[in-house]
């Protein structure tokens, strides 16, 4: 069966607002942010409590199509465009992975990189004057058709001046309403050594904790479908973007919703409706995945799925500043300069 997207036909926005619920108890566990700890804000609606922020919620809604075991995009979207990246010839990550998808530094920071040469040789014609944005997304559909949902930005000098980005196309952020802190605490012990010393590790640490309970959670979904229709790619690669966009929606809300260890959601209902445009009903997986592969092979022509490598040493920050600090240590010794 076709999935009927004709309802989408006369409106910019598909909105979606999903109630959800813990699948067990009433506490869950919302993101948390440095120094600042459960993101909760004043409404005129009173007090609400962010449980998964909109760039968290990008890489989630990316992640539902990821076969983790076998390194790869999920088998209904074989033929998918995406950069696929190595070292030493072990797979290392993906744009399906990366929090910037193509602008991954595994990508535009690998040295001698034959893929980077022609993504810029592709692009180099967008270095003057206005941004031919369908130009742009006709490169990103070809290399990584993710980037044109959830966004890029190439931040690089030698891509146009850093000008080259594109805002996400679908977003999400989940909120909960009448958020209340439902504190609670433990301990670690340590059976052998309950006096040991903690800051390696041994004794009994107590600690405190603070979870959440909420009158109303609630996925809110928008997918901007004048941006999409923006990019000027024909009706093949629209469709294919809308079914793309509605078939991880869908698998998200089927079961990749345990977001943290303390946050384990689920929908009240399985088939959520739009609140724009009115009477839209989220198709089924099934469905969305027979016309997938169709739309897939329609589209074969203009995306490829490439292999690049990444042959830089890798090593933390930190690593790297003592490194430079002994250097300089020896320059500062031994030179006479």
Known sequence: MTVDLSKLDNTTRLLFSIDLQPVQGDRFQPTGFPNLGAASYQTK??????????????????????????????????????????KDKKFLTDTMLEAHRLNSPYILEAPKSKFVEDFK??????????????????VL?????????????LAKPDL?????????????FIEASGARVAASGGVKN??????????????????????FTAEKITLHVNFDLAQVRGYGLGADAE???????????RKLIEGDLRLRTACDLEPVTRA?????????????????ETDLRTSIEKNKSVMVQTETSYDAKIESAKKKKDSDSEEDSDDETNGDE
Request: aromatic share 6%; hydrophobic share 40%.
């Open 45 to 86: 609606d009173g007090q609400k409590l962010l449980v998964e922020s909109a760039q968290s919620m990008a890489n989630r809604l990316e992640a539902t199509v990821w076969d983790v075991v076998n390194e790869k995009p999920v088998a209904t979207l074989d033929g998918i465009s995406h950069v696929k990246v190595t």
């Open 121 to 138: 040789r592709e692009l180099g014609v967008l270095g003057n004057g206005p941004i031919n944005r369908k130009l742009l997304a006709q």
């Open 141 to 153: 559909l070809k290399y990584d058709v993710g980037s044109l949902l959830h966004g890029v930005f």
């Open 160 to 172: 146009a001046g850093g000008r080259l980005r594109i805002a996400r196309a679908l977003s999400a």
């Open 190 to 211: 340590d059976h052998v050594n309950p006096g040991g010393d903690t800051k390696k590790g041994f004794g009994n640490v107590p600690f405190a904790r603070d979870e």
């Open 239 to 249: 469709r294919l973007l809308l079914l793309l966009g509605l078939y991880r929606l």
């Open 272 to 288: 959520p409706t739009a609140t724009r445009p009115d009477g839209f009903v989220l198709p089924s997986l099934s469905d969305l």
